[in-house]
C-alpha cells in the first residue's frame, strides 16, 4: 500500500528555474495539502485542496500554485524559483473532516522532497 | 495569534523514563481534534494518536497517551518508557471541525533518550 508518494525525493534548481513537484495519494482521500518546512518553524500551509476540483491558499502561497489534477494527484509549481523556498516540501492527504463521524482522521503524509535553489 | 504553541524546543530522556511533551491550542470552535505526530531524522511524518474535544477519557496509543485538559486547551503527550528510537521531532497539530479542512501545526519539540 504506496499511501502517499511524492516525486522527486530531492532537487536542486538554479534561481529563476520552474519546476513542478508531484503528490498522488491511493487512499481514495477528499483533502490534499502542500506544506513546507523550514528550520524552527514546523510545518507551514502552502495549499490545500478540500475536494477535487477547489483549491485554496494557506499559510504562505506566494511563489507557488497549484493543481488538482483529479482525486488522487495534486501537484506543486514553482514558476520562478527563489533562494527563499529552499526548504523540505511535504504533501499529505486526508478524508475530509466534516462532522463527528470523520472528525478523527489525520493526514498521511509522503516522505518529501528536499529541494535546494542556488 | 498562534493556533498551536509548543514552548519545549528540545527535551532530553533518560531510557526507560516516561516523558511529558506540552501542547496548548486556541480556538473559539466547539469541535476540534488534536493529533501528534512523530518525526524521526530520517523525515518522515508518523502518526501517533488523536483526541476529539468531546472524548471524555484521554487518549492512549501504546506507550503513547494524551494528557487532555479541556479548560486549559492543553494536549500534552505522555510517553511511558523511553527508548532509544523515540528520539525524534514531535508535532502537535489540530484540525478545527467547523471548516474541516487545514491542520494548524506547532513549531515541534526535539526529544532525545538518553542511553
Known amino acids: 500500500n504506496a499511501g502517499v508518494t511524492q516525486t522527486p525525493k530531492f532537487q536542486v534548481l538554479k534561481t529563476g528555474q520552474s519546476m513542478t513537484l508531484q503528490c498522488a495519494q491511493d487512499m481514495n482521500h477528499n483533502s490534499m495539502y502542500w506544506y513546507r518546512q523550514d528550520p524552527g518553524m514546523g510545518l507551514r500551509l502552502i495549499y490545500y485542496s478540500a475536494s477535487e476540483g477547489t483549491t485554496d491558499k494557506g499559510e504562505v502561497p506566494n511563489g507557488y500554485n497549484v493543481s488538482r489534477l483529479n482525486k488522487r494527484e495534486f501537484s506543486l509549481r514553482l514558476e520562478s524559483a527563489a533562494p527563499s523556498q529552499t526548504s523540505v516540501y511535504f504533501c499529505?492527504?486526508?478524508?475530509?473532516?466534516?462532522?463527528?463521524?470523520?472528525?478523527?482522521?489525520?493526514?498521511?503524509f509522503g516522505d518529501g522532497t528536499r529541494l535546494s535553489i542556488l | 495569534a498562534q493556533k498551536i504553541t509548543q514552548t519545549q524546543p528540545g527535551m532530553f530522556v533518560q531510557e526507560k523514563e516516561a516523558v511529558t511533551l506540552d501542547c496548548t491550542y486556541d480556538?473559539?470552535?466547539?469541535?476540534?481534534?488534536l493529533f501528534w505526530y512523530k518525526q524521526p531524522s530520517s523525515g518522515e511524518m508518523i502518526f501517533l494518536i488523536y483526541?476529539?474535544?468531546?472524548?471524555?477519557q484521554n487518549a492512549t496509543e501504546g506507550r503513547y497517551s494524551l494528557n487532555f485538559q479541556k479548560a486549559r486547551k492543553s494536549a500534552n503527550l505522555v510517553i511511558s518508557a523511553s527508548q532509544l528510537g523515540d528520539s525524534a521531532m514531535y508535532f502537535c497539530a489540530m484540525r478545527e471541525f467547523n471548516t474541516g479542512n487545514q491542520f494548524y501545526f506547532g513549531t515541534g519539540t526535539s526529544l532525545t533518550v538518553i542511553p
Open positions: 499529505a492527504s486526508s478524508e475530509r473532516g466534516q462532522g463527528i463521524e470523520r472528525s478523527n482522521q489525520p493526514q498521511h
Open positions: 480556538t473559539s470552535d466547539p469541535s476540534y481534534g
Open positions: 483526541q476529539g474535544s468531546y472524548d471524555q
